[in-house]
């Protein structure tokens, strides 16, 4: 049973506008949330965190925002730039019980020229 | 979805032994595998990036003598963490992906160290 699903295995968005990414949760536990941004043939990197305390956490041109209530966060890119095109991870862990992260299965994002 | 297991899914050992943690893709044939260290708090660490038949290519600050990886087979990597001191305790994750893959990745379980 995922614990982490992104229903959405890819996305097109066009240079300029807006990306979002969603990610929803079932493990009511999950106190602190992560996204990680992978290039092809590379391991993840860690791009922005969100912990349950709060709602929004911005860094430069990507913001998180956390609905505790629908178990639901969101990477938003804007403007999305061609370099962005990788592949998103969601992950979650309950940070209050020191467990293990948990990742959701990943969305592939294009910026079309 | 293509799967990846990992076992031990925890282990608990004394100071000065070594622990062997594998990672096994089930369903596909992964050329690169990364292992990956989850520090309390705080988001993963990759230790290393292992390609099938060759060394593994370890990120700065990681001590290769301490964490021996071997990638062997096209579904097998192993994590030896050698000498375990108290502070090696963590959750240790690998991922892996696939021959031409264009940015798959499918993470295991992830093993719980405890080192006493």
């Known amino acids: 049973d995922q614990q982490v699903k992104q229903n959405s295995p890819s996305l097109s968005v066009q240079e300029g506008r807006i990306s979002i990414l969603n990610c929803d949760y079932t493990n009511s536990m999950f106190d602190y949330f992560l996204w990680y941004k992978k290039y092809p043939a590379e391991g993840p990197t860690f791009l922005i965190s969100?912990?349950?305390?709060?709602d929004k956490n911005e860094d430069g041109r990507f913001t998180v925002f956390l609905n505790k209530s629908a178990k639901h966060l969101s990477l938003h890119i804007v403007p999305s730039q061609p370099g962005d095109s990788a592949v998103y991870f969601c992950a979650a862990s309950a940070q209050n019980r020191d467990d293990k992260i948990i990742f959701g299965k990943g969305t592939r994002l294009h910026i079309l020229p | 979805g293509a799967v990846v297991s990992q076992h031990p899914s925890w282990v608990i050992c004394k100071s000065g032994t070594s622990v062997k943690i594998e990672c096994r893709s089930l369903?596909?044939?992964?050329?690169?595998m990364f292992w990956y260290r989850q520090f309390p708090k705080q988001s993963l660490m990759l230790m290393a990036t292992?390609?099938?038949?060759?060394?593994?290519?370890?990120e700065q600050g990681v001590e290769k003598d301490k964490f021996l990886i071997n990638h062997a087979s096209l579904t097998l990597s192993t994590l030896t963490v050698t000498s375990a001191h108290p502070e090696d305790s963590s959750f240790y994750i690998c991922s892996a992906s696939g021959a031409g893959a264009t940015g798959e990745l499918f993470f295991g379980e992830g093993s719980r160290l405890t080192v006493l």
């Open positions: 969100i912990s349950s305390i709060k």
């Open positions: 292992s390609n099938e038949g060759s060394k593994a290519t370890y």
């Open positions: 369903d596909f044939q992964a050329t690169t």
